[in-house]
């Protein structure tokens, strides 16, 4: 006598059991779905019907056809990015191991964003400094970190001293943690990577405008014209001008912000085994600055004495600058899963500026002066004029070896610098004294004292390699080799020789689309000619 032993089914699911044991296979499957309506099971107390008896009843619906047509001028969907260039190759951001915010191009539209700064303001562990008299323009701090090197654009250093516009990008990539093993020197805190517009093969055009208060008006166009099956040119253009709450109670004067740009983007042989970018860009600025509140040294706070809107420059100060950025990139495909990337660019840069700052104790007047016993004060000047050029040539490949999936990056990159600083000529005829007329000085008008010169000459080369090695896993392993010259127009340290070695590694588990999880070590360095002074040593390498 044998004896099988099982756990008897309770309840609903007991008579459940027990009308479907004579069932079929379609019965058996249709448990899941009655499983899922207890409600009907109760309600159903009638025995079964003989399955001859029954018949049933089936309905076709008809054929529901969804479609949808892609904007060809948009890369990535909405608010969330879908590639970026951001680890040395195209791919998708959820694919780097390595924290990154994406700053989508609607995203800027959708808030009328018109400057880098307020594109950023998106951005958390991001700060924005006062310039004070030390750097000017975008002037930020990443993660705790001085971004002075760390701004890119289209992956090329863009580290002038200027600000920055977002008519011409597409987004803004911002890579947390230490890179110096993917763009070379600084990236302590991380990267800010500006990424250009690109022709597409599509006929579009835009024009936008916008008005405000205190005289704010901006234009921009992005026009966008297909010249054959594999050639396309773009343009974009912006003015903008802004006044502001802040003026001089005495003459009137107050902050103002006139801007103006133009990009040009032409491509050939798009979508083909050899494409071909060529695009120019150039912003024009032409501002009154501000130069903030008074500080009272006493109290070490803002002072107190006076209304915050008033302002102590004049008409006659000026923050000009004028950028100029010619770029061509050649992309070859050796496959659909090889290519190589060569980009060569030549940026100009030139600004000169003259502000007036404000006093804890004495009022504006009409000449924006502040009388300090006999003294008048000028007010800080300064004209630059910065010039790179920049080979980088970038090889990425898929293979597979030893039964895994490889994914290989490497590269070379050149970039040669020429700094000019200078402060700028007084045309009142030297210091200015109560006897004096006010100071006065004009853009570009350098003094013959003070003059301070930069070369340097950058020399890199990287390689990468990600590795699956089990589905799901996959590893990390680069290194890159920086070497930079510098010389620089001092007695004390005319020049410097600084090589470093960065690595980068990470180990990445991905068991969904949505779903990565990673750790990764990286490092990065900083030599002091980043900041055109050799006389300190650099300074130690930061990991994360």
């Known amino acids: 006598m044998s004896h099988r032993l099982t756990c008897p089914p309770s309840g609903i699911l007991h008579q459940l059991l027990a009308r479907l044991q004579p069932a079929t296979a379609p019965a058996a499957a249709s448990l899941a779905f009655m499983m899922l309506a207890p409600g009907a099971l109760l309600a159903q107390t009638a025995p079964t019907a003989n399955p001859a008896q029954s018949t049933a009843s089936e309905t076709t619906l008809p054929t529901v056809k969804v479609e949808d047509t892609a904007d060809p001028m948009t890369v990535n969907n909405g608010y969330q990015a879908t590639e970026t260039r951001v680890g040395k190759v195209k791919?998708?951001?959820?694919?780097?191991?390595?924290?990154?915010?994406?700053?989508?191009?609607?995203?800027?539209?959708?808030?009328?964003?018109?400057?880098?700064?307020?594109?950023l303001r998106n951005v958390s562990g991001l700060t924005f400094n006062a310039a004070e008299g030390g750097r000017a323009g975008d002037n930020m701090m990443l993660r705790g970190f001085y971004t002075f090197g760390d701004?890119?654009?289209?992956?090329?250093?863009?580290?002038?001293?200027?600000?920055?516009?977002?008519?011409?990008?597409?987004?803004?990539?911002?890579?947390?943690?230490?890179?110096?093993?993917?763009?070379?020197?600084?990236?302590?805190?991380?990267?800010?990577?500006?990424?250009?517009?690109?022709?597409?093969?599509?006929?579009?055009?835009?024009?936008?405008?916008?008005?405000?208060?205190?005289?704010?008006?901006?234009?921009?166009?992005?026009?966008?014209?297909?010249?054959?099956?594999?050639?396309?040119?773009?343009?974009?253009?912006?003015?903008?001008?802004?006044?502001?709450?802040?003026?001089?109670?005495?003459?009137?004067?107050?902050?103002?912000?006139?801007?103006?740009?133009?990009?040009?983007?032409?491509?050939?042989?798009?979508?083909?085994?050899?494409?071909?970018?060529?695009?120019?860009?150039?912003?024009?600025?032409?501002?009154?600055?501000?130069?903030?509140?008074?500080?009272?040294?006493?109290?070490?706070?803002?002072?107190?004495?006076?209304?915050?809107?008033t302002f102590w420059g004049i008409d006659a100060n000026f923050d000009d600058s004028d950028v100029s950025i010619t770029t061509g990139t050649w992309t070859h495909a050796f496959s659909p899963t090889s290519e190589l990337r060569t980009t060569v660019r030549y940026g100009d840069y030139e600004r000169s500026y003259w502000a007036r700052t404000p006093n804890a104790t004495?009022?504006?007047?009409?000449?924006?002066?502040?009388?300090?016993?006999?003294?008048?004060?000028?007010?800080?000047?300064?004209?630059?004029?910065?010039?790179?050029?920049?080979?980088?040539?970038?090889?990425?490949?898929?293979f597979r070896a030893l039964g895994m999936k490889h994914e290989w990056v490497s590269g070379v990159e050149y970039l040669h610098e020429d700094s000019h600083r200078a402060g700028l000529l007084n045309l009142s005829g030297g210091t200015a004294v109560a006897s004096f007329p006010p100071p006065s000085f004009q853009p570009y008008v350098e003094g013959t004292t003070g003059r301070n010169n930069f070369t340097g000459d950058s020399y890199a080369l990287y390689v990468q390699d990600t590795v699956e090695f089990i589905p799901f896993w996959k590893a990390t392993l680069g290194v890159r080799r920086d070497q930079l010259d510098a010389e620089y127009s001092s007695a004390t340290s005319p020049k410097l020789s600084y090589g470093e070695w960065s690595t980068r590694a990470a180990l990445s588990y991905q068991p969904t689309e949505t779903a990565h999880y990673y750790v990764g070590y990286s490092d990065s360095f900083s030599p002091t000619a980043d900041l055109y002074q050799l006389t300190l040593e650099p300074q130690p390498a930061e990991t994360s």
Not at 93 to 105: K, S
Not at 109 to 116: A, K
Not at 204 to 224: F, I, K, P, Q, R
Not at 369 to 388: C, H, K, M
């Open 362 to 398: 004495q009022a504006p007047n009409a000449n924006g002066t502040i009388v300090n016993g006999a003294n008048y004060n000028a007010g800080p000047t300064r004209s630059l004029d910065y010039e790179t050029l920049t080979v980088q040539s970038d090889f990425n490949t898929q």
């Open 151 to 309: 701004l890119y654009l289209d992956g090329i250093r863009d580290t002038a001293q200027y600000n920055r516009e977002t008519f011409f990008l597409e987004q803004v990539d911002v890579l947390r943690g230490s890179a110096s093993m993917l763009f070379g020197r600084g990236q302590a805190g991380g990267v800010i990577n500006l990424v250009s517009k690109t022709p597409k093969r599509a006929d579009a055009y835009s024009l936008t405008g916008s008005v405000g208060t205190e005289n704010y008006t901006e234009v921009t166009a992005d026009l966008n014209k297909r010249l054959g099956e594999n050639s396309a040119i773009r343009v974009n253009l912006m003015k903008r001008d802004e006044g502001s709450w802040r003026s001089n109670p005495v003459s009137g004067a107050e902050p103002e912000v006139h801007r103006s740009g133009a990009q040009v983007s032409l491509s050939f042989g798009m979508q083909t085994d050899d494409e071909f970018n060529f695009s120019h860009v150039y912003m024009r600025n032409r501002d009154i600055p501000d130069y903030g509140f008074p500080f009272d040294a006493a109290t070490r706070s803002p002072s107190t004495a006076f209304s915050p809107d």
């Open 91 to 119: 791919q998708d951001p959820h694919d780097v191991a390595q924290a990154i915010t994406t700053v989508t191009n609607q995203l800027m539209e959708e808030q009328q964003v018109g400057s880098l700064r307020e594109a």
